[in-house]
């Protein structure tokens, strides 16, 4: 069965720092990827970036980057000079090869940046 | 450029109720999805369908209906409504083409309330 792990339920940042929120997986799927979304408070659930399990670089979009250690199975998220908008809870998911289209969740990491 | 939508926003009903959310997406994506949103547990899938007339189960089935008779529309029914599905409920939807960064699309939400 699939799993991740969010340890971090809340985190507290200044403006303009950087921000890592960890995510732990666990899988028998050789092939599989793995997602960070952002959901606000407005509710909508927001896709950040992907990380495929045989990706040689580390993803990267815009100020997000995500800092993957397949061999201990790590799929970091690092937001870089984080803003006030920033703040929002931040989901870890994963789709692998057997479980079709499905992706499971983690139990996310509220994030607040403080001005 | 509708994308997918969900209705009704907000609903709420009492203990035993029939109670039907809608999900419709323009996008003609193969795959859609049911989520359920509780504090503590992320986003835990409900049912999903690979195409018309083909739907399977997620990790929290049990209470639940689903039906798709047309590509576009994913109805999810909670036939006796309990307490306990006070939740928020999202629909997805993704192309589901095989491999690469596909992720899913998320609608903007109902908040169920059982009574």
């Known amino acids: 069965a699939q799993k991740i792990t969010q340890t971090q339920p809340g985190m507290f940042v200044q403006e303009k720092e950087a921000v890592t929120l960890d995510c732990t997986y666990d899988?028998?799927?050789?092939?599989?990827?793995l997602f960070w979304y952002k959901q606000p408070s407005s509710g909508e659930m927001i896709f950040l970036i992907y990380?495929?399990?045989?990706?040689?670089q580390n993803a990267t979009e815009g100020r997000y980057s995500l800092n993957f250690q397949k061999a201990r199975k790590s799929a970091n998220l690092v937001i870089s000079a984080s803003q006030l908008g920033d703040s929002a809870m931040y989901f870890c998911?994963?789709?692998?090869?057997?479980?079709?289209?499905?992706?499971?969740f983690g139990q996310g990491t509220r994030l607040t940046i403080n001005p | 450029d509708a994308g997918i939508t969900q209705s009704p926003r907000y609903k709420i009903t009492e203990t035993g109720r029939q109670v039907t959310l809608m999900c419709h997406q323009t996008?003609?994506?193969?795959?859609m999805f049911w989520y359920r949103q509780d504090l503590g547990h992320g986003l835990r899938l409900i049912y999903y369908?690979?195409?018309?007339?083909?739907?399977d189960k997620g990790e929290v089935p049990d209470g639940y209906v689903v039906s798709r008779s047309k590509t576009e529309n994913f109805p999810l029914t909670l036939e006796s409504a309990t307490r306990s599905q006070t939740s928020v409920y999202f629909c997805?939807?993704?192309?589901?083409?095989?491999?690469?960064?596909?992720?899913?699309?998320f609608g903007p939400g109902t908040r169920l309330l059982v009574l």
């Open positions: 996008w003609s994506h193969s795959y």
């Open positions: 990380q495929g399990s045989y990706d040689q």
């Open positions: 997805a939807s993704s192309t589901g083409l095989a491999g690469g960064q596909e992720t899913q699309y």
């Open positions: 899988t028998s799927d050789p092939s599989y990827g």
């Open positions: 998911a994963m789709r692998g090869a057997q479980g079709a289209q499905k992706l499971v």
């Open positions: 369908s690979a195409a018309a007339d083909i739907t």
